[in-house]
C-alpha cells in the first residue's frame, strides 16, 4: 500500500498472483500434491458429530491476541490493508464481537480493535498517497481502512469518529469513479469499483441504514458495466461483460469477474432501474456456468478456457482462484432468479472443496483450508442439512492433525486472508453457523 507509481503495482499484482496460486513452473509440477487426501467419510443419515466448543474458544481468543501482537499496527503494519495488513486482525476482533459465545468478551475485543483502527486512521489520513489505488481500494487500501473504522468506532459507541470514517470512505471513492481510474483494471475487489461496493454494501449492513449514499453506489454499477461491455467488445467475446487486471481475464474472486457480478448482483435498487444491466449480468453468469468443468471447478482465467491447462489448474482449488470463489455468486444467483442450475452448480463446487479443499497452502481464507470450509457453512444457512455442518466442523478438526502441521506457511501467517486471523473468524463461525459470513462476501 501507499505505492505511487504503476510499476509498483504491477509488481504487487504479480507477487499477489503468485501468493495465491503459487508460481507457474510449480503449478505444473504439484497438481497433483497441492491438497491433503480428506480421509474423513461423508456425512450420512447416521453420522454423529460434535463442534468441540470448549477447545476452539481458547484457541481463538488466545490465536487472535497473538496475531495481533505479530502484526502492529505502525505504518509498515497497515500496509496490505485488510487483506494482509493489521486492520485485518482489528476485523478478526470486530467479526468476534458479533458472536454470542464471545458476548462476555465483547467489550474487550472492541476495545483493542478502536485501538488499532484509531491508529490506522490517524496514519492513513497523514500518508496521502499519489496512487489512487492506495485511496480507494478495499481489501488493499484506505477505503477499507476507513470502512473498517467506521463499523468498530460504531459498535463502540463512538458516533462522531464513525460518521468522519464514512466521510473518508465516500470521498476515497471519487478516485475510482471516473472511467479513467487504473487502466491496467479498475473493476475488480482488491483495489477496483467492484471492492468500493463491496465496501459501501458492508457499510450499509453493518450500520442498518444506508450510510454510502445509493448514487455513490449506482455510479460504480455504472462505471463497471460500461467497462465490462467495452473490453467484451474490444476483444470481441461472446459473453457481454468481461474484465481484464494487468492483461489477464481473471474468473475467480481475486481480481476476477465472478466477484464482481456477485457485488452487481448484490445492488438491489441498481438492478430494479436498470433492467438491461441485470438481463446483461444473468448472459454472463450463464456463460461462466458453462465452463464449470466436470469436477466441479471453474478455470482460473479466459486463456484458460477450452484448453488442456484447465485440466491441470483444475487443482486449484482457492477462494481467489476457482471454484470456493465462484460458489458466493452461484449462490447469489440463485437466490436473486431461483433457478436451479445455480444451486446445482453451487453443489458440485461444495461437492469438489470437500474432496480437494484441504489445501497445503495453510490455514487461511484466500487460499487455504479455512476459506474452502466457508462454503459449507453457507450451504448449511440456507438448507439447515447437517451434512454441510459436519463437513465445515471435519475442515476446523484438520487444522488440529499432523496431516496439517506439514502445510506450507503463509507468506502473512497471522492475517486475515492468508493467515489465523480468518481462519479464527471460520472456527468462530463454525461455532455459530447461524452468523456465518466469509469476511466482507455476504450475499444476503
Ligand atoms: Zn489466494
Redesign the pocket.
Known amino acids: 500500500m501507499f505505492r505511487n507509481n504503476d510499476r509498483n503495482n504491477r509488481e504487487v499484482a504479480d507477487a499477489?498472483f503468485v501468493?495465491?496460486?503459487g508460481h507457474k513452473k510449480e503449478d505444473d509440477m504439484s497438481s497433483r500434491t497441492r491438497h491433503f487426501l480428506n480421509k474423513a467419510d461423508d456425512y450420512t443419515p447416521t453420522t454423529s458429530y460434535a463442534v468441540d466448543y470448549f477447545t476452539l474458544n481458547k484457541d481463538i481468543l488466545d490465536n487472535v491476541y497473538h496475531s495481533l501482537e505479530k502484526q502492529k499496527c505502525t505504518q509498515t503494519g497497515i500496509e496490505g490493508g485488510l487483506y494482509v495488513g493489521t486492520c485485518g486482525n482489528a476485523y478478526t476482533l470486530y467479526h468476534l464481537s458479533k458472536k454470542k459465545r464471545f458476548a462476555k468478551e465483547r467489550d474487550e475485543l472492541l476495545r483493542v480493535a478502536t485501538d488499532v483502527m484509531r491508529t490506522a486512521v490517524d496514519i492513513a489520513r497523514r500518508n496521502k498517497s499519489r496512487d489512487p489505488s492506495d485511496e480507494c481500494g478495499f481489501l488493499l487500501g484506505k477505503a477499507g481502512i476507513y470502512a473498517l473504522a467506521a463499523a468498530v468506532f460504531h459498535a463502540n459507541g463512538e458516533e462522531m469518529m464513525a460518521q468522519d470514517c464514512i466521510k473518508d470512505f465516500i470521498c476515497a471513492g471519487s478516485h475510482c469513479a471516473p472511467s479513467s481510474y487504473a487502466r491496467f483494471g479498475g473493476d475488480e475487489l482488491f483495489v477496483g469499483r467492484a471492492g468500493y461496493i463491496c465496501g459501501s454494501l458492508w457499510l450499509n449492513r453493518e450500520f442498518k441504514s444506508q450510510v454510502v449514499p445509493e448514487d455513490v453506489i449506482h455510479t460504480m454499477c455504472d462505471k463497471i458495466l460500461q467497462s465490462g461491455r467495452n473490453y467484451s467488445r474490444s476483444k470481441n467475446f461472446y459473453c457481454p461483460l468481461v474484465y481484464s487486471y494487468y492483461k489477464t481475464e481473471y474468473i475467480g474472486a481475486?481480481h476476477g469477474l465472478s466477484s464482481i457480478l456477485q457485488m452487481l448482483l448484490c445492488c438491489d435498487s441498481y438492478l430494479e432501474k436498470n433492467k438491461l444491466a441485470e438481463v446483461e449480468i444473468k448472459k454472463t453468469v450463464d456463460y461462466l456456468l458453462t465452463l464449470q468443468t466436470a469436477g466441479g471447478n471453474f478455470p482460473c482465467d479466459f486463456g484458460e478456457i477450452g484448453t488442456e491447462a484447465t485440466v491441470v489448474r483444475d487443482e486449484l482449488v482457492?477462494?481467489?482462484?476457482g471454484a470456493p470463489g465462484v460458489f458466493y455468486l452461484l449462490l447469489k444467483a440463485f437466490y436473486r432468479w431461483h433457478e436451479s442450475k445455480y444451486l446445482v452448480a453451487a453443489t458440485r463446487a461444495a461437492d469438489l472443496m470437500w474432496e480437494k479443499g484441504l489445501l497445503k497452502?495453510g490455514p487461511?481464507i484466500?487460499?487455504?483450508v479455512a476459506?474452502n470450509g466457508y462454503p459449507f457453512l453457507l450451504m448449511f444457512k440456507m438448507n439447515k442439512d447437517p451434512k454441510y455442518h459436519y463437513r465445515a466442523n471435519e475442515f476446523a478438526k484438520f487444522l488440529y492433525t499432523e496431516d496439517f502441521k506439514k502445510s506450507r506457511v503463509p507468506d502473512a501467517p497471522h492475517s486475515l486472508?492468508?493467515g489465523y486471523a480468518g481462519t479464527m473468524c471460520f472456527l468462530a463461525d463454525v461455532m455459530e453457523p447461524e452468523t456465518a459470513a466469509f469476511p466482507f462476501f455476504e450475499i444476503n
Open positions: 499477489l501468493r495465491c496460486a481475486a482457492h477462494w481467489c482462484h497452502k487461511g484466500c487460499h487455504g476459506g486472508y492468508e
